[in-house]
């Protein structure tokens, strides 16, 4: 897979993560759970030859997590696995996974993978995960898996504002946790303050937070999938309008 690389003679990053998750955390096993993954993961990546293809374990880890690395394996933790009531909400949490990888994102591990290597374990990994993201891939990237992962839950057929409930859950999960700034950010009366028309000063106030957090804050990245999806929405009109005339001509 690209991104993959050896940690020694013989042995890639991608196997030896993958040995680390499924040695210490047990893997979702019932078929409805594996049958559910395996048919959204499935519709994301039709077309897809083999070799390109992720596989989607489902670990039990205690935070409700997903993460990808190098290697062919999505990593979608089975606590927010279960909140995700619908499959277009598992649908964007892997595509955005997928993204990482289309995007050339999980190439930048390869700096860091002699001290990866020696972290105490697969649970603390998955734990630190969310920092070691933040300083590999920055806001910038994140949003880009986010918008390149709801074109591809729109190029697999899911409903795009089905998809971002996704964000509903992950404010729940933020604001039972008790971490306000990451929903609403540095101004809790905006949810846009990258708008075009927004102030200079609200630009720079979020993007020393983004680059302090590593993301946008969440009903911010929510904001600006709706516009992405808006714009492929519009750019979707004459075409389906050129189809219904043609429908009626034949």
């Known amino acids: 897979m690209a991104g993959d690389f050896d940690i020694e003679k013989g042995v890639r990053f991608g196997k030896w993560l993958h040995d680390q998750v499924t040695e210490e955390v047990h893997i979702e096993t019932e078929s409805w759970a594996l049958d559910r993954v395996r048919s959204v993961s499935d519709r994301l990546q039709t077309g897809r030859a083999e070799h390109q293809r992720l596989d989607v374990l489902v670990p039990w880890f205690s935070e409700p997590t997903a993460f990808t690395a190098p290697g062919n394996h999505i990593y979608f933790g089975r606590r927010l696995f279960e909140r995700c009531a619908t499959d277009e909400q598992a649908a964007f949490v892997i595509a955005h996974e997928i993204a990482h990888h289309d995007l050339g994102h999980v190439d930048l591990f390869s700096d860091v993978g002699d001290r990866l ?25 994140e949003c880009d898996a986010d918008r390149c992962g709801l074109d591809l839950c729109l190029a697999a057929g899911f409903n795009g504002r089905r998809c971002l409930k996704l964000f ?9 946790a008790g971490d306000e700034d990451v929903v609403y950010g540095p101004d809790v009366e905006s949810d846009n303050e990258l708008a075009p028309d ?10 020393l937070w ?23 929405e519009r750019a979707l009109k004459p075409w389906r309008a050129s189809r219904r005339k043609a429908a009626r001509i034949t």
């Open 117 to 141: 290597i020696k972290l105490p374990g697969a649970r603390f990994f998955a734990l630190a995960f969310h920092v070691l993201e933040a300083r590999l891939y920055g806001p910038e990237r």
């Open 168 to 176: 509903d859950i992950l404010e729940q999960i933020a604001l039972y």
């Open 198 to 207: 927004a102030d200079w000063k609200t630009k720079a106030k979020i993007w």
């Open 210 to 232: 983004q680059k302090r957090r590593g993301y946008l804050p969440i009903r911010d990245r929510k904001e600006v999938l709706l516009t992405h999806l808006k714009d492929r």
